[in-house]
């Protein structure tokens, strides 16, 4: 550093030009063109000057020379608060942990309110789920909600029907039972008895022929012949109305009793195999029991007359006054079975 930079101070070599002249002091400068007092004043702002050559050495061997800047005291900082920069809103940013550093705490609240509105979108969407699986699953049966309302009436007036039914037989059991054990007409009431369920026992193994009131059911085939799954659910949902004895008989005549063994196959060119006895069609079940209640059964939505008719066919119900069963079926001799003692 020359001796015109040391001198002055600041670094820069002494401006030339007249000086200030020496006077008293507090008096101004009396000459027109001398600077204003306030930019020689120690509190105003320097302004860097850059020379040609910057941080390259001079031609005399001097040493670079920088850029010196005299930030002067603001405000704030005369009032005895710190300055803030951008190392103090890092340190303030850091020392919260709110954010990482260099990312503004405004996006990191941001990215936690997006992961909440997620979450609670999940939340939601899973509820209105469950919701709706618990709507499907307590909704009402789509056949008995496509029953009619008169249907609906007569099926619970045959249950109600039945139930008297069972209530008779069971008080007539009962009345049996205390004639048995009175001992003055045992003997005549038991022999009554087992007269009386030998005969319900015949009629139910198709060893006794049956007559009673009941319908008489005609399967005719359309574009498709009658398969021997519609003959079984037919037969099915007559049991479940209270059938009591049953055949089937062919357009042949050849004729079939229905048990609980009874077994159905489809035959050649549209025949039915009943109990290994070839049958051809159209088809009539005879079955004793109550006409309406069984009736019913058959014409309830999406039963055997619906699915008939679905394939082309057709079925023909007709009340008996008094239909016979005489179709009978062979005793089947047990070989393994015995009663209890």
């Not at 002494?14 to 007092?37: K, L, S």
């Not at 939505?301 to 009978?328: M, T």
């Amino acid at each position: 550093m020359g001796d015109e930079q040391t001198e002055t101070g600041t670094g820069w070599p002494q401006p030339a030009g007249p000086g200030r002249p020496a006077g008293p002091a507090g008096e101004p400068d009396p000459r027109p063109d001398a600077p204003d007092p306030d930019e020689l004043s120690p509190l105003a702002p320097a302004v860097p000057v850059e020379e040609p050559g910057r941080g390259e050495r001079s031609g005399d061997g001097a040493e670079p020379v920088e850029d010196v800047t005299v930030a002067l005291p603001t405000s704030d900082e005369a009032a005895g608060e710190p300055a803030r920069g951008p190392a103090g809103d890092a340190g303030e940013a850091g020392g919260s942990g709110a954010s990482a550093p260099g990312v503004p705490a405004s996006a990191s609240a941001r990215s936690r309110f997006s992961a909440a509105g997620v979450m609670i979108a999940a939340l939601l969407a899973l509820l209105g789920f469950t919701l709706v699986v618990q709507l499907k699953t307590t909704s009402t049966d789509p056949t008995s909600g496509a029953t009619r309302q008169e249907d609906l009436v007569r099926i619970l007036s045959d249950l109600d029907a039945r139930e008297n039914r069972l209530r008779q037989d069971i008080a007539s059991l009962e009345e049996s039972q205390r004639q048995l054990r009175s001992g003055e007409q045992g003997r005549q009431a038991a022999l009554d008895e087992a007269t009386r369920r030998a005969d319900e026992l015949g009629i139910l193994a198709g060893t006794l022929p049956a007559t009673g009131p009941g319908l008489s059911v005609r399967f005719e085939a359309g574009s498709k012949p009658i398969s021997a799954t519609r003959v079984l659910d037919a037969v099915q949902e007559l049991r479940g109305a209270g059938a009591e004895a049953m055949q089937i008989s062919g357009g042949d005549r050849a004729t079939a009793r229905i048990i609980a063994s009874t077994y159905f196959l489809d035959g050649e060119n549209g025949s039915l195999v009943v109990d290994g006895r070839r049958l051809t069609g159209p088809y009539t079940i005879t079955v004793i029991g109550d006409p309406a209640t069984m009736r019913t059964a058959l014409n309830i939505p999406g039963g055997v007359v619906a699915s008939v008719q679905g394939d082309g066919g057709n079925v023909i119900v007709e009340d008996r006054e008094a239909a016979e069963v005489s179709a009978l079926h062979a005793p089947i001799k047990l070989e393994h079975a015995r009663p209890v003692s």
